[in-house]
Antibody
Framework: EVQLVESGGGLVQPGRSLRLSCATS????????MHWVRQGSGKGLEWVAG????????VYADSVKGRFTISRDNAKMSLFLQLDSLRTEDTALYYC?????????????WGQGTMVTVSS | DIQMTQSPSSLSASVGDRVTITCRAS??????LAWYQQRPGKVPKLLIYAASTLQSGVPSRFSGSVSGTDFTLTISSLQPEDVATYYCQKYNAIPLAFGGGTKVEI
């Protein structure tokens, strides 16, 4: 069974950092690009960052560029998101999502999400 | 950046009705569009990719089409389990933007 399980969310003060993880199983991890997508409470979906199968040229939404860093460890079948200089507007449920392809395509598998709350 | 404008933002229909949701791209994105369903309190689910290809396991009452930069998601006969918010997403280039969503109620 294909599974994506996020962890690392929590309550953090503005300006601080957090590191999210996504542990995967049930598929060949390095056959797929991976992404992070977030959703504020009662809001729509916002793509945050993506990384190709070989970690070449990670890409980011303008809203997080320079503050967030996406990475992956193919040996451990895991995806990561380092969140620095957090702002209150970064408060959201963060989903890990699998891309259909090795580069950028639609997202066919989603995790349950991990909640990030940025508040003083 | 290319903008994705989804309409309507919400709709109410009856069981058995034909429902149409539109997503308009501000520039040509060819067929690089996906549709997702998010039921209340649930994780998004891929319905359609490449504008009109049905994801495995998705009921055939869902279909997608494209005309120029206008993309359409159609539910041919609305069912109670289709109550959800539907999102389009472009993936022709970065950023991989989502539309604002369409909430479907019965």
């Amino acid at each position: 069974e294909v599974q994506l399980v996020e962890s690392g969310g929590g309550l953090v003060q503005p300006g601080r950092s957090l590191r999210l993880s996504c542990a995967t199983s049930g598929f060949t991890f390095d056959d797929h690009a991976m992404h992070w997508v977030r959703q504020g409470s009662g809001k729509g979906l916002e793509w945050v960052a993506g990384i190709s199968w070989n970690s070449d040229s990670p890409v980011y939404a303008d809203s997080v560029k320079g503050r967030f860093t996406i990475s992956r460890d193919n040996a451990k079948m895991s995806l990561f998101l380092q969140l620095d200089s957090l702002r209150t507007e970064d408060t959201a449920l963060y989903y890990c999502a699998r891309d259909r392809s090795a580069w950028y395509d639609a997202f066919d598998i989603w995790g349950q999400g991990t909640m990030v709350t940025v508040s003083s | 950046d290319i903008q994705m404008t989804q309409s309507p933002s919400s709709l109410s229909a009856s069981v058995g009705d034909r429902v149409t949701i539109t997503c308009r791209a501000s520039q040509d994105i060819r067929h690089y569009l996906a549709w997702y369903q998010q039921r209340p309190g649930k994780v998004p689910k891929l319905l359609i990719y490449a504008a009109s290809t049905l994801q495995s396991g998705v009921p055939s009452r869902f279909s997608g089409s494209v005309s120029g930069t206008d993309f359409t998601l159609t539910i041919s006969s609305l069912q109670p389990e289709d109550v959800a918010t539907y999102y389009c997403q472009k993936y022709n280039a970065i950023p991989l933007a989502f539309g604002g969503g369409t909430k479907v109620e019965i």
